[in-house]
């Protein structure tokens, strides 16, 4: 990561296109002049926070005498928690590291992120530059518990044996106040997320109503099967998408999905005892249930 980046984390940069920079393309001023490495200028481009004059730009366009460029650097929440390399922890005994995931930071490498993501962080901070092994994972825009096991062996001993309950916010209101739903996602060819697929994979999914407006329900929710999208295609699927999901139509009232894992159990594998770590809703989803819940 660049060392302006750096200087300019959660803050927006301006430049105004001089005589001597007119003619240039985007791209070249953001590498050339301002020195972003390309990296840097993908993942940018990618959040939609490069702006020519007010309005977004691809990276091809050309800049005159008087126009202004503009970066927001604080769209970009996860490269703000990859600088600070210090996950919150929740727990951590000689097998498990508990963590708080926060929402916009991804959980695993991918084409997009091959080293900002939540592992990183946790390699950093056990200090190993092997690939730490998740119990589970989280979808970038969710936020709350991640379990990592410190070796294989624990990591194969507890892979079944974490039992997660998250709190979600859905659309509608449900008739009834606890249930089971039971369906097959799959995934259509040339569509982004999961759907109901005859042929798909089975999905056990649990809810209870914890609290309910006019238009939402808080739920609490917990899985038998880990399949993914599962909660998010799941309820919306019935009906329920989960506000900030624009993924699955959901409202976009909320910036980003609004599921959270709040609680992870198990029972130790050495002292046989049952533990339980609890994470409190994140600040975004208790503000949405102050404004939109009577």
Same mark, same amino acid.
């Given at each position: 990561?660049?060392?302006? *980046?750096r200087d300019y984390m959660n803050k927006q940069y301006t430049l105004t296109?001089?005589?001597?920079? =007119?003619?240039?393309?985007?791209?070249?001023? *953001?590498?050339?002049?301002?020195?972003?490495?390309r990296r840097d200028i993908s993942r940018l481009?990618? =959040?939609r926070a490069i702006f020519l004059n007010e309005e977004t730009c691809p990276l091809s366009a050309v800049v005159h005498s008087g126009d202004v460029l503009k970066i927001d650097f604080t769209s970009i929440p996860y490269m703000y928690f990859l600088l600070i390399k210090t996950p919150e922890v929740l727990y951590e005994d000689e097998d498990l590291l508990i963590v708080n995931k926060p929402f916009g930071l991804p959980s695993h490498a991918s084409k997009e992120h091959p080293d900002d993501h939540m592992g990183?962080?946790?390699?950093?901070?056990l200090k190993t530059k092997e690939n730490v092994r998740t119990i589970g994972?989280?979808?970038?825009?969710?936020?709350g518990i991640m379990v990592y096991a410190k070796n294989k062996q624990v990591s194969v001993y507890y892979q079944e044996k974490m039992h997660k309950e998250y709190m979600a916010i859905a659309e509608g209101r449900f008739d009834q106040k606890q249930g089971t739903i039971t369906y097959a996602l799959g995934k259509a060819k040339g569509k982004r997320g999961s759907s109901f697929q005859d042929d798909g994979k089975e999905c056990i999914t649990h809810y209870e109503v914890m609290r309910e407006s006019s238009a939402y329900t808080l739920l609490k929710v917990w899985i038998d099967t880990g399949r993914k999208h599962q909660i998010r295609a799941g309820f919306a699927g019935f009906h329920h998408p989960l506000a900030g999901d624009r993924l699955y139509q959901g409202s976009p009232l909320m910036e980003r999905v609004a599921l959270h894992c709040s609680s992870v159990s198990w029972i130790d594998r050495k002292t046989k005892e049952k533990k339980t770590i609890q994470c409190e809703l994140p600040e975004d989803m208790q503000k949405f249930i102050n404004a939109y819940f009577e």
């Open positions: 990561m660049s060392f302006l *980046l296109i001089t005589e001597q920079t =007119e003619g240039e393309r985007v791209k070249d001023i *953001l590498s050339g002049i301002i020195g972003l490495s481009l990618h =959040e990183t962080i946790v390699s950093h901070y994972r989280l979808d970038k825009d969710a936020s």
